[in-house]
């Protein structure tokens, strides 16, 4: 069965980095995009951007440029969201979701602690 | 970027009723819309895509529709594991955006 399986979640100081990381099975890793959402507690999603799993080529939403980076691992059908220089407000659940429109297939999210 | 304006907020109803989540774009977005429904401390799941086209899986009283640019799910006969927050979703045009969410309470 298709999965998206993510890494645990993370503690961080301003000012750190975080990888997190988005494992894909049950399907041809290039056969779809990846997306990634945020969701702070108690809000709605907002959408990051997206990364072509053929091409490589990545899409950011105007609030996620920068400090954000989708980068993928093909051969271990593995997404990767890094996000540099933490800022209090980075403090959310990150999901990725299988699409390159409606999203199918969620990870079960990552939650990201920032706190000094 | 295209505005998804979702009600209500919250709603409360009983087993067996149906009920109503609305979306408002703000401009025409061609019937690229989708529903997610959330769950507390889960993932969005898919409900419905297109608009109206029902995802592999999600039960038959789950639907979609439109007129115009307003969007609307409908969940008939209630059940009390549709309790859950639901969203929509544009993806017609970059950035995707999502409405702001409705709660759904089953008394």
């Known amino acids: 069965q298709i999965q998206l399986v993510q890494s645990g979640p993370e503690v961080k100081k301003p000012g750190e980095s975080v990888k997190i990381s988005c494992k894909a099975s049950g399907y041809t890793f290039t056969q779809a995009g990846m997306q990634w959402l945020k969701q702070a507690q108690g809000k709605s999603l907002k959408w990051m951007g997206w990364i072509n799993t053929n091409t490589g080529k990545t899409t950011y939403a105007a609030d996620f440029t920068g400090r954000f980076v989708f980068s993928l691992e093909t051969s271990a059908s593995t997404a990767y969201l890094q996000i540099t220089n933490l800022k209090n407000e980075d403090m959310a659940t990150y999901f990725c979701?299988?699409?390159?429109?409606?999203?199918?297939?969620w990870g079960q999210g990552v939650m990201v602690t920032v706190s000094s | 970027d295209i505005q998804m304006t979702q009600s209500p907020a919250s709603l409360s109803a009983s087993l067996g009723e149906t009920v109503t989540i609305e979306c408002l774009a703000s401009?025409?977005?061609?019937?690229?819309l989708a529903w997610y429904q959330q769950k507390p401390g889960k993932s969005p799941q898919l409900l419905i895509y297109d608009a109206s086209s029902l995802q592999d899986g999600v039960p038959s009283r789950f639907s979609g529709s439109e007129s115009g640019t307003q969007y609307s799910l409908e969940i008939n006969s209630l059940q009390s594991e549709d309790a859950a927050t639901y969203f929509c979703q544009q993806h017609h045009d970059y950035p995707f955006t999502f409405g702001s969410g409705t709660k759904l309470e089953i008394k």
């Open positions: 979701a299988r699409g390159d429109w409606e999203l199918d297939y």
């Open positions: 401009e025409d977005i061609y019937s690229n």
